[in-house]
């Protein structure tokens, strides 16, 4: 059977409160109406058509070309809203599915329930119905005495007898194509002023052939978001949900309830989430990490076997059996080489650390480059600014840079170079030779007791 996919999106969302359409509103790390457009495609429907209308171009510049666009211009209602993808679908397709961008936890294994009983009744409406104790607005169902599907009843339209009824409409359709696209026009114009697509179904019973129903009483998955204390609600059930798919993936998450992972997130398995951990954008991690408690991991990509503990990463790549924290910043740019190691409060910005380099707590390296096995030293900072340009500073492998160095770019540290702690370092140091003093001066011969860290006792050049 070929499926279309409506999706209703031109609400102006009013009780929002906001200047962004409602659709776009962020769930979880990604847009809402991006859990609706997923679930079309794997339900195999290919692109589905977007009703758009309030902020159609916020709408469209945020989707692209992951669907196509039907323009409801006048706001006359969701029976008006789907007619405006005829034009689009009409005779594309032998079922059309249709629900709104506002439900962003409908799943595709409910939806595939939809198809499959209209695949085998051909009705020419099988929809959504769900048993709630509290109704949210929903319209309420109407059935004969045997059971048939007679019409929905508009909460505001229903009688005290009908306010009772805990069958309720859950805005989820699939309509026989052929059917839809042929009544649709006749629908009538209600009280006010608008066509609501609800009437199909008392528009099939008058022919004869009752709408088919598959009820659920999982009120969760047909929230409709109309408000922020219903994006909260949303917010809770999706994170709760991604959060068992990577329990039962093998990850371990200590504490479940204040971790927060985005739905672009991946993570390797045996790797351990602490508690109050939040994992957004495209941050992707490894196997046999520790990441966490009190971390924030943003579009950050890390290895195999690294800790990250109560300290906060953007745009950061560490590779494997790397370990940083606790207080540490790893800014856009940072890229920490194998076995690095960062200590508390450090911070680093458009730097590369390369392998086996330890970074002393309370250091600030922006625009440098590290070699292998190099020491920084306990508050060193990279002086990358001038005040119009930044400049880049170059530390070669093995240099040892004392605690308390400033090294003003752009500047050079040689191979096995080292500075006196305390010094400002303003000339290139050349390879295996010390610099000291404010401002440093390079040494001609080394004290052999410089080796261990102690003061240099060399003669300045």
Request: glycine share 10%; charged share 20%; net charge negative.
């Amino acid at each position: 059977m070929n499926v279309a996919v409506v999706i209703l999106a031109a609400g102006q969302s009013t009780r929002m409160k906001s200047r962004l359409p409602k659709v776009l509103h962020p769930l979880v790390g990604k847009p809402m109406i991006s859990y609706g457009i997923e679930t079309a495609a794997r339900l195999g429907a290919g692109k589905p058509v977007l009703v758009v209308g309030h902020g159609m171009e916020q709408v469209r510049a945020t989707v692209g070309e992951a669907a196509e666009y039907a323009v409801q211009a006048e706001q006359l209602g969701t029976g008006h809203a789907v007619l405006q993808a005829r034009s689009l679908l009409e005779g594309c397709s032998d079922a059309v599915v249709v629900y709104y961008g506002d439900m962003p936890l409908l799943t595709v294994e409910t939806l595939q329930q939809l198809l499959d009983l209209h695949a085998e009744d051909r009705s020419p409406i099988t929809m959504l119905t769900l048993l709630a104790a509290d109704a949210r607005g929903f319209g309420r169902i109407q059935r004969d005495s045997e059971g048939h599907v007679l019409g929905i009843t508009e909460e505001v339209d229903c009688t005290a007898e009908q306010l009772e009824t805990r069958e309720m409409n859950a805005g989820v359709y699939c309509f026989e194509a052929s059917w839809l696209w042929e009544n649709l026009p006749h629908l009538q114009l209600s009280r006010k002023g608008e066509y609501y697509l609800t009437d199909t179904v008392a528009m099939a019973a008058a022919q004869g052939t009752a709408a088919m129903a598959v009820t659920t009483e999982d009120d969760s998955e047909c929230l409709g978001i109309n408000t922020r204390v219903h994006l909260a609600e949303a917010e809770k059930v999706m994170r709760q949900r991604i959060n068992r798919k990577w329990m039962l993936a093998g990850v371990t998450l200590v504490d479940p309830a204040t971790t927060t992972i985005a739905a672009t997130v991946q993570i390797g398995q045996d790797t351990v989430i602490h508690a109050n951990t939040h994992l957004q954008g495209a941050t992707q991690i490894g196997r046999d990490c520790s990441i966490g408690p009190n971390s924030v991991l943003v579009d950050t990509i890390v290895g195999d076997r690294c800790q990250i503990k109560l300290s906060v990463t953007e745009q950061a790549r560490l590779e494997d059996d790397v370990d940083i924290g606790p207080f540490a910043h790893l800014r856009k740019g940072a890229h920490l080489a194998r076995g690095v190691h960062m200590g508390n409060f450090g911070e680093v910005k458009n730097s590369y650390l390369g392998p086996g380099v330890k970074m002393g707590h309370f250091s600030y390296l922006g625009d440098a480059t590290v070699g292998a096995d190099a020491n920084i030293g306990a508050g060193t900072i990279t002086c990358n600014y001038d005040g119009q340009r930044k400049h880049r500073t170059i530390i070669e492998e093995g240099a040892f840079i004392g605690s308390d160095t400033m090294l003003v770019a752009p500047l050079r540290v040689g191979a096995g170079a080292r500075t006196g702690a305390g010094s400002v370092v303003t000339h290139d140091v050349p390879p295996g030779s010390t610099a000291y003093g404010v401002p440093a001066r390079v040494s001609e011969k080394l004290d052999r007791d410089t080796t261990d860290g102690s003061r240099d006792e060399g003669v300045a050049s």
